[in-house]
């Protein structure tokens, strides 16, 4: 019984989440998983994933917030519509440019928060404020569009099925498959190689229960998409993102060093770490990851806006702290982060489906996000003081 | 026999794991200047804290008599409306306001919703008159001295009608003229009728104020002598304080054998971080064999810290001159990262703020400042650091359900365990141990000191900064005497005495 309460409390948000799917699930008559608004529902809010899995970084750092993302959206979808639909730049050149650009602006952020130590609320809030002003300034205050469609195709499309299924992309399942037999196969390794040098594991059961959980909700989601159109790009560019952000965070050495410099700043410098550069590059990292953000949100408009990306800095923060990643730095995981931004996703799904006034929803979210974090803060004082 | 102020009968307190206080009973009686002295963990602040409520009624045993009625004090605003005050070891000033504000800061003059600051600014300004600080009381504390800032605590504590005047460790950051004038504060007040506890280290200072002395150890009491009739002499109060022969309390190091020098300073200096020009350390040469324990004995704001993180990759100061030498080859260290790896490990006095991740297990503590250890091109091996962890937590006998216990749970001694274990897996040649055994208990404090001794024993040398004079010389072959950011002098283990090694102290301290 212990244990079933120990896995509750670990799990808060990966419970409220598969509550409120299946709140909306049943109150939309199922509308809300049905392959089409699935598929949707990856398009619309793969921009939040990437954006809140960067800001994690941030947030690890010691609680600082990134708000000029939204504005680095705006500016470097600026940047592509003016090099790819004005100039005709070659897309993949104008892509390359366009991370470059996101880079520089981390660069120049992380220069005066890191090594000129402004806190990084007030450098942000300026970028805020200066990179929505160099947007408008390229635009000139007027919407570029539309773009090529091998710019829209690259994000937009789908993984072509390559045998031809006639109601069903036998190619998605099989992906599908795969990738469960890959998790299988690296567990199970990692099992027998632990027990061989006589390391410590998990019990069998939990393993294979776990196993057993993930592989149905990769299958699931693979057959719903299946039934679509297969599996959309956005799905593989924030796959890819999670996987690599997820082992950095979790396994390397600096990983590790962004959870001390959170936890513990002048220990973590007098343990030898470069808090500055660790700053530095969490920073640079989360203009890089707004540069791709507004890359996927330019193709999905198929137009660059000078209002573009307003109030995403909000989706991306928002999430993180759903997602469990502490206010005050050294702790949050990049699954959580994803929980949380897909619980806001479905969240705005949902209410949209719903036919919910769009102000009412503002209210509602407001309302919501604070209920999550007041239930995780409240249920892990009384796991403390129990 | 005048009459009782105050009487705290049979008080036991006990915290998770440790007995804190044991039947201390105290009696305080009107208009006197009662001492309370005691080793660092005797329970000194634990009592006082108790008296103000601190630690609320009900969360210890035993009966606090004030004013012959008995007293449940559920929090400090209820001790000081009946006129009790403690004045902190750490000042608790607000830098940013006036010395104004700070006196009356909870205690506001004029209505709740509009203050006077007419009131505020004429009374603090007499209250100041009376403790002899000349200052307006619109200064901002940040612009006055340490030693001023604590006749503004004695001012505060007066604007609050104080009957009973607590003071923790009133000195321990004052210079000589300052504690002087302090001191003879509060022998005018004892005249005009107050009465006042002192918590102190410094022995002469009590035998200069004080009426009575209480003597803790280990939570117990253990006399209370009187200033006038009793034979009341250093070595009596120190064999109180100590209890037993000094040799007990630190393990035998028999056969280590000192080798060749490990590491020499010579002519070091370090400036301020934010006054450059103003020296904190001043041409100080030492140096350590292999197998050797060397103390750095000397009072709070001798330098001892700043000189240790000088060397530590530069972690404090500027203007850092000297020439630093390992294993005989003069080398520059820059950061933190090349003392490391030049196998120098530094082990922080402040375990919480300093040392650890609080928020983080065991096993990411031990391996934070050696992380190729465990890893591989980025990479950790988590399997491998848990075994790391675990082996450390077995040698040092770190007591803890299992290596991913958030340190956060331990208890000080197996904090600092940790700390050690941390360092230790940095496998140094030379370690700057700084206030290692502060605020741990006795058994942690022994088990400590067995480590050190074996890490010596390995051919390791050990800088050993400490301002308990017992544990100094207890523990180490060659103690350093350091004052005012200089080397005042240097004593071999057989020659040392605390009352040598305090008179150097006190000598060069005239002498500026």
């Known amino acids: 019984m212990i244990k079933v309460k120990e896995v509750l409390k670990k799990n808060t948000m990966l419970i409220a989440l598969v509550v409120v799917t299946i709140i909306f699930a049943i109150s939309t008559n199922g509308i809300l998983l049905v392959p089409g608004n699935v598929t949707n529902l990856i398009s619309q809010n793969g921009y939040v994933v990437v954006l809140a899995v960067g800001m994690l970084m941030c947030i690890l750092t010691g609680g600082n917030i990134d708000l000029s993302v939204g504005s680095v959206v705006a500016l470097v979808g600026a940047l592509a519509g003016k090099l790819i639909v004005t100039k005709g730049l070659n897309i993949w050149l104008s892509i390359a440019l366009c991370l470059i650009a996101g880079i520089l602006i981390g660069v120049w952020q992380g220069f005066w928060i890191a090594y000129i130590r402004i806190p990084a609320f007030i450098v942000t809030l300026a970028g805020m404020l200066l990179w929505r002003g160099v947007a408008l300034i390229i635009l000139d205050g007027l919407t570029i569009s539309p773009f090529p469609e091998n710019y829209l195709n690259l994000f937009n499309s789908y993984i072509p099925d390559v045998f031809n299924g006639t109601s069903l992309n036998i190619t998605c399942i099989l992906i599908g498959v795969v990738i469960s037999l890959i998790y299988i196969i690296i567990q199970s390794m990692s099992y027998i190689n632990k027990t061989k040098k006589g390391y410590q594991t998990e019990k069998l059961y939990i393993i294979i229960l776990k196993a057993v959980l993930i592989c149905s909700i990769i299958i699931t989601l693979s057959i719903t998409l299946a039934r679509h159109k297969g599996i959309p790009m956005t799905l593989v560019i924030i796959g890819v993102i999670v996987i690599v952000y997820a082992y950095i965070t979790s396994k390397t050495v600096a990983g590790r060093h962004l959870y001390a410099v959170g936890g513990n700043e002048k220990a973590a410098k007098l343990s030898g770490i470069n808090t500055n550069k660790v700053l530095f590059m969490s920073y640079v990292n989360m203009a890089f990851l707004s540069a791709i953000a507004a890359l996927m949100c330019v193709a999905r408009f198929n137009s660059a806006a000078p209002t573009a990306g307003t109030n995403y800095e909000m989706d991306a923060i928002g999430s993180c702290y759903i997602g469990g990643a502490s206010a005050y730095g050294g702790a949050g995981s990049v699954p959580g982060v994803v929980i949380g931004a897909v619980f806001m996703g479905i969240l705005n799904n949902g209410m949209s489906i719903r036919g919910i006034d769009s102000n009412v929803q503002k209210a509602i979210k407001g309302l919501v996000l604070l209920a999550a974090i007041a239930f995780d803060v409240i249920s892990k004082y009384r796991a403390k003081n129990a | ?512």
């Open chain 2, 1 to 512: 026999m005048a009459k009782l102020l105050l009487e705290m009968k049979k008080i036991t307190k006990t915290f998770p794991g440790v007995k804190a206080l044991d039947n201390v009973n105290l009696q305080v009686e009107e208009g006197e200047i009662h001492a309370i002295v005691g080793e660092n963990g005797a329970g000194k602040s634990t009592l006082m804290k108790v008296l103000s409520g601190v630690h609320p009624y009900g969360s210890y045993e035993g009966k606090i008599l004030y004013e012959e009625e008995e007293c449940k004090f559920n929090e400090i605003r209820d001790s000081e409306s009946k006129g009790i005050v403690i004045i902190h070891q750490e000042l608790a000033l607000v830098p940013y306001m006036s010395i104004g504000e700070n006196m009356f800061l909870g205690n506001e003059r004029g209505s709740k919703l509009s203050i006077s600051w007419e009131e505020t600014y004429n009374q603090a300004s007499k209250i100041l008159k009376t403790v002899g600080l000349n200052e307006s009381s619109r200064t901002l504390i940040k612009d006055i001295g340490v030693g001023k800032q604590q006749l503004v605590e004695v001012a505060k504590a007066l604007a609050k009608n104080v009957k009973l005047l607590i003071l923790d460790e009133p000195t321990a950051s004052l210079n000589e003229t300052d504690s002087k004038k302090l001191l003879d504060l509060l022998l005018q007040f004892k005249k005009e009728g107050m009465t006042s506890i002192i918590i102190s280290h410094k022995l002469n200072e009590i035998s200069y104020v004080a009426d009575k002395i209480t003597i803790l150890r280990d939570g117990a009491t253990i006399e209370t002598l009187d200033n006038k009739t009793d034979e009341v002499s250093e070595e009596r109060i120190i064999n109180g304080m100590v209890g037993r022969a000094l040799t007990d309390r630190f393990p035998k190091r028999e056969g280590v054998k000192i080798g060749e020098t490990s590491l020499e300073i010579i002519d070091w200096n370090v400036d301020h971080p934010l006054y450059s020009g103003r020296k904190v350390v001043k041409n100080v040469s030492l140096h350590i064999k292999k197998g050797e324990v060397i103390g750095v004995a000397g009072l709070m704001g001798a330098g001892r810290t700043e000189l240790a993180l000088s060397i530590f990759g530069k972690s404090y100061g500027t203007n850092i001159k000297g020439k630093l030498l390992i294993h005989g080859e003069e080398i520059k260290l820059n950061n933190v990262k090349q003392a490391i790896d030049k196998k120098i490990a530094y082990i922080t006095e402040d375990r919480k703020g300093d040392g650890l991740i609080l928020s983080n297990p065991i096993r990411i503590n031990t391996t934070l400042a050696k992380m190729d250890k465990v890893s591989e091109r980025g990479v950790i091996d988590m399997d491998q650091e848990v075994l790391a962890a675990k082996e450390y937590k077995n040698k040092l006998n770190i007591k803890a359900t299992s290596v991913e216990q958030d340190v956060d749970n331990l208890s000080g001694g197996n904090q600092q365990k940790v700390l050690l274990s941390k360092w230790m897996f940095t496998d140094p040649d030379i370690m700057i141990l700084d206030e290692p055994t502060r605020g741990i208990d006795v058994g942690a404090k022994y088990e400590i000191y067995c480590i050190i001794n074996d890490l010596v024993a390995q051919g390791k040398s050990i800088i050993l900064l400490s301002s308990e004079l017992p544990e100094v010389i207890g523990m180490c072959d060659r103690i350093y005497i350091m004052n005012e950011g200089q080397m005042v002098g240097e004593v071999m283990k057989k020659d040392a005495t605390q009352e040598y090694i305090m008179g150097q102290i006190l000598k060069s301290g005239k002498g500026v």
